[in-house]
């Protein structure tokens, strides 16, 4: 099942994992190993040339190069698995190309007893796991912090997440299997930390990959349920979400997921590329992109962000919604919390903050259909995407709460609401962690983990607004009142 980089005393390999057809060893004691080709399978292109052209029409573009698209809020709420075609997308760079699966080779490197190179079937054969697990870019709700002052960075909505039941090995295997035991705080060569190499280059960082990285304690925690995933929803992961193989960090912020794997090195300190060092890190609001701001900024005196803050938002209605006194609405969204922390409490006012309701929440595989028109009752069709919940019905991880520590938590209240107001949600996580109520206090210039109340303001509709757009959940240009 494994292999060893340049181990010529193995002379009878095991066959699946040899790639057929290809040029072999020629050494005199010859091991039968192919011929390494340059690329060594997966490469980072330079341009955007290679880009995947099966991109849904519903994700909503962001930055087209490198490619960052979400979904319309609302189609967010239609299943409780994200279909992957719709699933979120960030890249900072091209997407990684896998230019021979045969020749595919993932090094486990660096401060450990067994350094090995495995191929990709060895990788197939291994046990699976499969674990649902919410993934959610820092950025989410991002395109507010623009709002309150401007921001550098590329804007995003509230749909910066989704989820997916991921297949894979548990990195807590694959590395026992290369002599760390379980829950190990450092190996004796010395590495205290595990990281995460790919191919892809970004113009933030030209000389280096995307990498990032976690203490060695938390890869090698079985119930962390850290993945080296190559499966989505039961499908091969796409090209667009890290094909052939990424990582997937539960309950972490989306960034250190890396996708297009190239090296797993045990090192003995944190990564100290971009990403990990001056990108993904909670800088104070005081610091403003004032010139001159670069200087100003003491890259170090942050942490890397990893367990996201306990967020919630809501999906239905969407802000500028216009509907007459009293009306009946629909309110719905998500919470999430970080570290496998569960959602306690989510708190919706419909009167601007005065007063507040608990909001029935859901979690697991459930049907969802869309709510009526708050304006004139229409129940909107169904959009056509696929559900991977319906597709199979061997998601019964899913209807097990304890499964379900990583994965969001669907919300609703049903309630009169009396324009013009607002509409806020906030979330209580189960270690008691609370949103903040402005974005004041968590304002910063990389404009990540935006998590304060959401808020989405509710128009009062006039006889003479009749015809006007009202923003409601018909999906017709114009809602029939
Ligand atoms: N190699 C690589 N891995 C990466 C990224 C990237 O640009 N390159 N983006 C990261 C970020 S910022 C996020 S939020 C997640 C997004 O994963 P997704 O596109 O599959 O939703 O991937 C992470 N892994
Ligand atoms: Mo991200």
């Not at 697991?364 to 004139?376: H, K």
Request: proline share 11%.
């Amino acid at each position: 099942m494994m292999t060893k980089k340049g181990d010529c005393s193995n002379e009878t390999p095991d066959p699946p994992i040899f790639p057929p057809n290809l040029p072999r060893c020629k050494s005199p004691k010859c091991c039968n190993k192919p011929e390494k080709l340059p690329s060594r399978g997966l490469i980072g292109p330079k341009d955007y040339k290679n880009e995947p052209k099966d991109r849904s029409k519903l994700l909503r573009i962001n930055s087209l190069m490198p490619f960052q698209g979400e979904p319309p809020a609302p189609v967010l709420l239609e299943t409780y698995l994200t279909p992957n075609e719709i699933f979120y997308t960030c890249n900072h760079g091209p997407v990684g190309v896998l230019v021979d699966p045969f020749m595919y080779e993932l090094d486990i490197s660096g401060l450990l007893p067994k350094p090995t190179t495995f191929y990709q079937d060895a990788i197939h054969a291994m046990p699976k796991s499969r674990v649902p697990v919410t993934l959610m870019c820092a950025a989410n709700r991002r395109t507010d912090m623009h709002q309150k002052k401007k921001l550098l960075e590329v804007p995003w909505g509230n749909a910066a997440l989704g989820t997916a039941i991921w297949g894979g090995v548990r990195l807590a295997d694959l590395l026992k299997m290369q002599g760390i035991p379980y829950r190990t705080l450092e190996t004796d060569e010395g590495g205290r930390h595990v990281e995460f190499i790919s191919v892809d280059y970004m113009k933030d960082a030209p000389d280096e990959p995307y990498k990032s990285s976690i203490p060695l304690i938390h890869a090698t925690t079985p119930r962390a349920d850290v993945l080296l995933a190559y499966e989505m929803n039961y499908e091969e992961i796409t090209r667009d979400h890290g094909y052939p193989f990424r990582v997937i960090i539960p309950g972490v912020i989306g960034a250190r997921s890396v996708k297009w794997l190239k090296e797993i090195r045990i090192s003995k300190d944190e990564c100290q590329g971009f990403y990990m060092q001056k990108y993904f890190k909670h800088y104070p609001p005081h610091l403003s992109l004032d010139p001159p701001w670069v200087t100003k900024v003491d890259w170090y005196s942050r942490r890397p962000l990893m367990e996201f803050p306990v967020q919630s938002s809501i999906c239905i209605p969407q802000d500028g919604l216009m509907i007459p006194k009293g009306a009946t609405v629909t309110i719905r969204g998500y919470a999430i919390a970080g570290g496998g922390r569960a959602i306690d409490r989510v708190d919706v006012s419909v009167d601007g903050g005065r007063s507040w309701e608990d909001a029935e929440r859901r979690q697991g595989s459930f049907p969802v259909p869309r709510p009526p028109c708050p304006c004139c009752g229409t129940v909107p069709p169904k959009v056509e995407i696929f559900d991977p919940f319906e597709a199979d019905g061997k998601a019964a991880c899913l209807k097990d709460p304890q499964l379900l520590r990583w994965t969001w938590v669907f919300w609703e209240l049903v309630a009169k609401v009396n324009p013009p107001t607002e509409i806020i949600v906030k979330a209580v996580d189960s270690a008691g962690n609370v949103q903040p109520q402005d974005m004041d206090h968590v304002w910063n210039f990389r404009g990540v983990n935006n998590t304060c109340w959401h808020r989405v303001k509710v128009k009062l509709k006039m006889p003479e607004d009749k015809g006007k757009p009202c923003f409601c959940q018909c999906h017709k240009p114009i809602c029939g009142v």
